[in-house]
């Protein structure tokens, strides 16, 4: 007998839902695209019970006639889709046809629709894929389709559903996302009979975004735009293979997840790793490790150089050139950046990507021959470093001036005293750089540039480098002093340690919170003026669920307005100036499967994310007996070898591997 056979249309549609419907947010998601793609300009969601009891989206778009309603509930039926050359060049959000197909097939659906050129609406009743019902109805211009019991004859994948919270959070984000995506819209959300998000059409991105997440939340953000001109049919061009707009955070606006990320390709939300790490390139050296910026990201790119059809959600999608588009990405946050004044605007090119040797030699020289500021010649190595090309051909390059300190707006020149003082500026200027160029061997032009000779590299340690055991580690550690100002050296009986300043003082920190929220002794610290903070839709929707274990740790918060909240205090160790990141960062990460969690690891999270932003920073000098004591503190510590986010605290070189390293053994 055969093994092989066809799966009857049931079956198949259950299994097409399972990759196309996960949660009720995977619902609204492909009916609120449906509504955008069918030329609605208001569009209502209505949620009760997080989706799970009834999610109605309602919309003014141009409707459906009787049997276009009918049909639309077959499996791959779709009004997007005419050829498979089309396929090579999607517009639409929707188009595989496969979704109304999907949700009717696990939940109770009731679909009105009315075209303007029909003298009555339609009414679709469909019950876990059956067909029950079909006639006439009143209905204005555009469908409604409403969704009730979800997963009502699948109690296996009901089951995996989270909480009524958790849902809810989601359907809120997902709104927020194509909200953002298209301020020409009307959007309002109702959860369980109560506004969370009502949005009047808008004039562009910036003021939607004003909408959305408030006045303070702008004032953080910074315009990234690299469209040389207003954008046409026929403006890509390889040069420039995708337009990238938007906003993106200044770096004092920082959290510890992508969460706050909202990525769009061609309109379309997706959550895209490629775009994800070109985001945070952009921030190479601004940010430290495991922090990421806030975004609102919008990439244009060609249709024939996107593949949207590579995941049955449409959530992820493959670039024709990703490395063009990641570039495209990176360098427009980096000039973002630069117009800011957070990074050189030389820097907005990767520095190891050099087309012409030649001219990049000859523009340094000119940056250096043309600056009105002394160079300190005393100093070389802290304002200037030698960058050798690969080993059959060193070339001498001296960068220009470095920028100043990121958290300074940088400026071309400096003004000069009036008077005689100039010309000596000047010609000071001149003598060191001729010096420095003597010093250095400077080139004079392209074709006097001089090779070094070739020289042994170094042997790198890396391979000895190793985190450290806590059971190795002794009371006598020693410091010695600090690497970039971020890193403690020091020595113990087994050979040379370094310790990360930041993540030792997180975890000295995260315990400290621990301990006084376990005896319910917070300690804090009242601000003298109370410092308001808008939260976006989804925020809201989180913090009744994380008010009372924030207070726990030393914050007073007080609900005010719509979705406005004060700080009143804040935890002792917590800066005044991050209270407001801090919030943020708990009601982003507190979401989705954490609501549903156990209140210890809310609690974790919490203080975790509060270690984070009290902890000693990066590039900060510290005195000899502040290094004493963070070590100190460590050591007694629950585990002073990780990090409250699970990074290594301190790695090791042996005196036995060092010896090794210069062959002594």
């Known amino acids: 007998m055969s093994k092989i056979r066809v799966l009857p249309d049931h079956l198949s549609n259950l299994i097409a839902a399972g990759e196309v419907v996960e949660r009720p947010a995977s619902v609204a998601k492909e009916l609120v695209e449906n509504a955008i793609d069918a030329g609605a300009t208001r569009i209502v969601i209505d949620v009760e019970s997080g989706g799970r009891r009834l999610l109605k989206i309602t919309d003014d778009g141009e409707g459906m006639m009787r049997d ?213 390139e952009g921030y190479r050296s601004i940010l430290p490790h495991g922090v990421y910026p806030v975004a609102l990201l919008f990439i244009d790119v060609p249709l024939e150089e996107v593949d949207v059809n590579v995941h049955p959600a449409k959530t992820e999608v493959r670039f024709r050139r990703a490395a063009a588009v990641a570039d495209a990405v990176r360098e427009a946050v980096r000039a973002g950046l630069a117009s800011a004044g ?46 050798a090309a690969p080993q059959q051909e060193r070339i ?53 540039v001089k090779a070094f000779p070739d020289l042994p590299p170094l042997d790198s340690a890396i391979k000895f480098v190793r985190e450290v055991a806590v059971e190795t580690l002794s009371s006598n550690i020693r410091p010695l002093g600090q690497l970039d100002e971020s890193f403690i050296i020091a020595t113990d009986d087994e050979g040379l340690l370094l310790i990360d300043q930041h993540v030792a003082h997180e975890r000295v920190l995260f315990d400290k919170y621990r301990a006084l929220e376990a005896s319910r002794r917070p300690e804090s610290q009242h601000m003298l003026i109370p410092e308001t903070f808008d939260l976006t839709p989804a925020q809201a929707g989180a913090f009744d669920h994380v008010a009372e274990e924030l207070e726990s740790y030393g914050f007073e918060l007080m609900r005010l307005s719509g979705r406005t909240v004060a700080i009143k205090s804040t935890p002792a160790d917590l800066p005044a100036s991050e209270a407001r990141n801090v919030l943020a960062e708990v009601l982003d990460t507190v979401d989705s499967e954490k609501k549903g969690a156990a209140r210890a690891t809310l609690r974790d999270e919490i203080a975790a994310s509060l270690a984070c932003h009290a902890a000693i920073k990066v590039n900060m000098p510290l005195a000899p007996e502040k290094m004493r004591w963070l070590i100190d503190r460590l050591l007694t510590t629950s585990s002073p070898t990780t990090c409250p986010h699970g990074r290594p605290v301190i790695l090791r070189l042996a005196t036995q591997d060092i010896l090794k390293g210069f062959h002594r053994i």
Do not use: C
Request: hydrophobic residues 40%.
């Open 68 to 280: 276009d309603a009918v049909l639309a509930f077959e499996r791959h039926a779709t009004s997007k889709i005419t050829s498979a050359e089309d396929l090579s060049a999607i517009a639409t959000l929707g188009f595989r046809g496969e979704a109304l197909a999907s949700i009717a097939s696990v939940a109770r659906v009731e679909l009105i629709t009315q075209r303007d050129d029909t003298p009555a609406g339609t009414r679709v009743v469909i019950e876990g894929g059956r067909m029950r019902d079909v006639k006439d109805a009143a209905h204005p211009r555009g469908t409604t389709i409403a969704v009730r019991d979800l997963f009502f004859n699948t109690p296996a994948r009901r089951k995996f559903l989270r909480s009524e919270a958790t849902e809810s959070y989601h359907l809120t984000n997902l709104v927020t996302h194509y909200a953002l995506a298209h301020p020409e819209i009307n959007f309002t959300l109702t959860n369980n009979g109560r506004e969370t998000l009502r949005v009047a059409p808008a004039k562009d991105l910036r003021e939607r975004a004003y909408q959305v997440f408030g006045a303070q939340f702008l004032d953080g953000l910074l315009e990234v735009n690299n469209a040389v001109s207003e954008p046409t049919e026929t403006s890509f061009s390889l040069p420039q293979i995708a337009r990238v707009r938007g906003f993106v955070s200044a770096p004092r606006e920082r959290r510890t997840s992508r969460d706050a990320q909202f990525l769009f390709v061609n309109g379309r939300f997706v959550r895209d790793r490629l775009i994800g790490r070109a985001l945070s």
């Open 342 to 387: 957070y990074v050189a605007a030389g820097e907005t090119r990767d520095a190891t990507a050099v087309d012409d040797v030649g001219s990049d030699v000859e523009e340094s020289a000119a940056a250096i021959e043309t600056t009105t500021e002394p160079i300190n010649a005393a100093r070389p190595t802290q304002s200037f470093e030698l960058r």
């Open 396 to 448: 001498g390059f001296v960068p220009p001036e470095p920028a100043a300190p990121a958290t300074e707006p940088l400026h071309a020149t400096k003004e000069l005293p009036t008077g005689a003082a100039p010309a000596r500026a000047i010609h000071a200027a001149e003598a060191e750089n001729e010096e420095l160029r003597a010093a250095i061997q400077f080139p004079q032009t392209a074709t006097e």
